[in-house]
């Protein structure tokens, strides 16, 4: 997979190294890189700082830091995250302004558009107080922090900065505040237009037969709103911004799991969580341990935010994933044909809000650009021709809804009723939080900001007129949740989380049932739990869809001597998608055979991926192993079988291509493996070979719980990179995973050194006492006042 920063800085940053470099010149960029790596021991004066402050940095690169108040404590996590992540954190801060033209030049435009679209233009006071009382002077200290850092590198910068030629900004408090990580993580927009798309072809009766909802809902257009027009070029925008967050995938899938003390071997509560993000290089998750009065907080958050994310301090542990809440919709303004500027509102005409911007680009003098707004949100296209114009509404624009900043109370919670009272303050993403505390005590809450509809689902976009406005909001009492249920156990994995007779509609699109089943198998499977147990689990590499093929292709016959070695491989597989595993590869190339070729049945070529985005796994299956009618109309039986048969050739073909004719020599982490890209990758094979890391081999798939979602090529995007496995019987036994290490600065020695352990499954401590914290401490760093 090639980095999406890369292909889009190529033409603009193209080094002076020539392509064909050698080793050489790869250690060259490496020495230079060293030699300007941050000072992580010693003394380190600084203006802004009111007391000192240690960093202790343990074997592992986690920064322990405590400081005497919470103004110094955020400040050194500033500091301290921008001597690891400088170089990706300009980059975030410049994505979420709407400032990348500035050093990658036109191209950037249309992204820099959409991100100043949507920036927070609401109440400043409002949106500083949902977060936290003190949101705005952790903010103010932790980018002071920043600054302190870019300050001290004066000019010795990372060499990203070197080699692309320009030096990273400063920040101000309200740049944690961007909306671009939110409006990755809210999707539906992209899908209610896939959906459109689809139903503007079959019909609206045989797109809810092909790509039912869960539930099911006879999801339609509005009441005269045609579908002409509505196609990708709406997204435009949307994809040209969101292109760039390497660090923010589409994809966004984890496992969390928590049991109480009858069902552990220590007595106490235990809880694991894996949040799956991209792979990237650094990674989108930093760990960081935080003391101070006030404050004694451990996990991983981003490293251009203040707190963490998740993680536990003193009394509670709490794991993420994402629930999936329909977040957004688009409205269809109808536009006056006279007048441009305005259009048609349930009272009568409008004109649109304007606001007019100037972008710097890089080799070009400033262009402005004009912003538009209806009373719904930010106009994202406007089609001239058919005189409407597409407004997103979203609850980014609502305050206190930047993405995961909510994490401030959160981290903060001592029982159960504050954790349910932090969680007023978390918005974006919409989340399963699973809980735990010293008191013995476990919940759940599918918690984020879900927009009460009238009129309609979500699943499409709507008029802009015509009685389909959000009725406000859910609150936190009536999400989904549960509190010390009899089992002892709760698990969830993006799946359908919506308890029987629940009554609100938060959502329609959920992530297949397989990975949760598997988690739930295992849970099932023993009474009493130690973290051993629970590592296993995120590491389960079984695959429910591959059993379920293997129960299909023993049915079937190929009718193709040749293909028997490839039929008895399959047939005789347990469904472990292991590294290695020979009939993975086999596997994994028939699952993408089969999706293709059924979905290019029913749709043309260019509605192959709006049909792929609203399609899923379980769909799949259930039409192949039913024979359906609806999908093989003459006769499914026959028609079903010459299906699998053209498809299973085709899948053998192509791992024959890859890996040779004998099965015998096949294994899945030889054809599926992680390699972490670093930004700079493809500019020059020098940068690849001195910068990359990997490739490892990979067990897994996108369905298991040890998710590894992979590309075409079967190359892994998507994952848990970060972990953690918690008992509360002893906060110092707590292990984590993150790669490929904490630092983003090659030649570090926390640039890599986790990916090793990482790749083998193996787990690091997060130590948590003063006294633990000591022992595994390698570089102690002491932050002093300038005087």
């Not at 600084?46 to 005497?68: C, F, N, Q, S, T």
């Not at 050194?76 to 400032?99: C, H, K, N, T, Y």
């Amino acid at each position: 997979m090639r980095s999406l920063w890369c292909v889009f800085l190529a033409p603009f940053f193209f080094s002076p190294i020539n392509s064909g470099t050698d080793n050489a010149q790869a250690e060259d960029l490496g020495q230079k890189a060293k030699a300007v790596l941050a000072q992580i021991e010693g003394e380190i004066s600084l203006p802004g700082l009111k007391e000192p402050v240690e960093v202790l940095r343990d074997r592992w690169g986690v920064p322990h830091i405590y400081a005497k108040n919470a103004a110094d404590l955020f400040f050194a996590q500033g500091f301290v995250a921008a001597q690891d992540r400088l170089f990706q954190l300009d980059l975030w801060r410049r994505i979420a302004r709407g400032e990348t033209a500035e050093i990658m030049g036109p191209q950037a435009v249309e992204a820099d558009r959409f991100a100043r679209l949507l920036r927070y233009r609401g109440d400043m006071d409002a949106e500083w107080a949902s977060y936290s009382p003190d949101s705005k002077r952790i903010a103010t200290a932790f980018t002071s922090g920043i600054n302190a850092c870019i300050d001290h590198m004066g000019k010795r910068l990372p060499i990203e900065f070197q080699i692309l030629g320009f030096a990273p900004g400063k920040w101000q408090p309200e740049d944690i505040l961007g909306r671009m990580s939110g409006i990755i993580m809210t999707g539906n927009i992209q899908r209610e237009i896939a959906r459109a798309r689809l139903i503007a072809f079959l019909g609206v009766e045989r797109a809810r037969q092909l790509f039912p909802t869960d539930p099911v809902t006879a999801f339609a257009p509005g009441e005269g709103l045609g579908l002409a027009g509505i196609d990708d070029k709406i997204l435009e925008g949307y994809k040209a911004a969101t292109k760039l967050l390497q660090w923010k995938p589409i994809k966004t899938e984890s496992n969390n799991w928590v049991v109480s003390g009858r069902r552990s071997l220590s007595g106490k509560p235990m809880l694991a969580s894996d949040p799956h993000r991209a792979i990237t290089l650094p990674s989108l998750r930093y760990l960081v341990h935080l003391n101070a009065p006030g404050w004694n907080v451990i996990g991983a958050g981003e490293p251009a935010l203040p707190g963490v994310a998740l993680g536990h301090n003193e009394r509670i542990a709490w794991g993420i994933t994402i629930v999936g809440t329909d977040q957004a919709d688009l409205y269809v303004e109808e536009i006056d044909g006279k007048d441009s500027t305005r259009y048609r509102t349930d009272s009568g005409i409008e004109k649109f809000r304007i606001v007019k911007v100037k972008i710097k680009v890089k080799g070009k003098k400033p262009i402005e650009v004009e912003l538009r707004f209806s009373r719904h949100g930010p106009v994202i296209y406007q089609d001239e021709k058919r005189n409407r114009a597409y407004a997103l509404k979203w609850v980014g624009s609502e305050p206190g809804s930047a993405g995961y900043l909510g994490g401030l109370a959160v981290a903060r919670a001592k029982n159960w009723p504050g954790f349910l009272k932090a969680l007023e303050s978390w918005k974006i993403p919409s989340l399963n939080f699973v809980y735990a505390d010293v008191e013995g005590n476990i919940g759940w809450v599918a918690n984020g900001l879900a927009p009460i509809r009238k009129n309609h689902d979500g699943l499409l976009p709507v008029p802009g007129h015509g009685g389909y406005e959000w009725q406000g909001f859910l609150r936190v009492k009536d999400q989904p949740q549960l509190f010390n249920p009899a089992s002892g156990v709760i698990a969830t994995a993006n799946h359908n989380i919506l308890p029987a007779g629940y009554k609100h509609e938060i959502a329609f699109e959920w992530a297949p049932g397989y990975r949760f089943q598997r988690v739930q198998q295992r849970l099932a499977a023993k009474k009493k739990f130690s973290l051993d147990d629970f590592r296993d689990i995120q590491h389960e590499s079984t695959s429910l869809p591959g059993q379920a093929l293997v129960r299909l292709v023993k049915t079937v016959d190929m009718k193709d001597a040749s293909l028997d070695p490839y039929v008895k491989l399959l047939a005789g597989w347990d469904g472990v998608l292991s590294r290695e595993s020979a009939a993975g590869p086999l596997h994994a190339a028939w699952i993408m055979e089969l999706q293709d070729g059924l979905y290019r049945t029913k749709v043309p070529k260019d509605l192959l991926a709006a049909a792929k985005a609203v399609g899923n796994m379980r769909v799949l299956l259930t039409v192949l192993e039913k024979a359906d009618p609806n999908w093989f109309a003459d006769n499914p039986k026959e028609d079903r079988d010459r299906f699998l048969r053209v498809t299973f050739a085709r899948a053998v073909e192509k791992v024959k291509a890859k890996l040779g004719a004998d099965p015998a020599k096949w294994s899945w982490g030889k054809l599926h493996t992680a390699t972490f890209r670093h930004p700079l990758a493809t500019l020059d094979p020098a940068y690849e070979k001195a910068f990359n890391l990997g490739p490892v081999g990979r067990p897994g798939d996108a369905l298991t719980p040890n998710n590894t979602r992979h590309d075409e090529n079967f190359r892994q995007l998507h994952g848990a990179t970060y972990r953690h496995v918690f008992d509360l019987a002893d906060w110092d036994g707590g292990l984590a995973t993150s790669a490929p290490g904490q630092s983003g600065q090659p030649g570090s020695p926390h640039y890599g050194d986790l990916l090793l352990l990482w790749a083998e499954g193996q787990y690091f401590p997060l130590a948590f006492s003063r006294a633990k914290v000591e022992e595994v401490t390698r570089h102690h760093l002491r932050l002093k006042p300038l005087r």
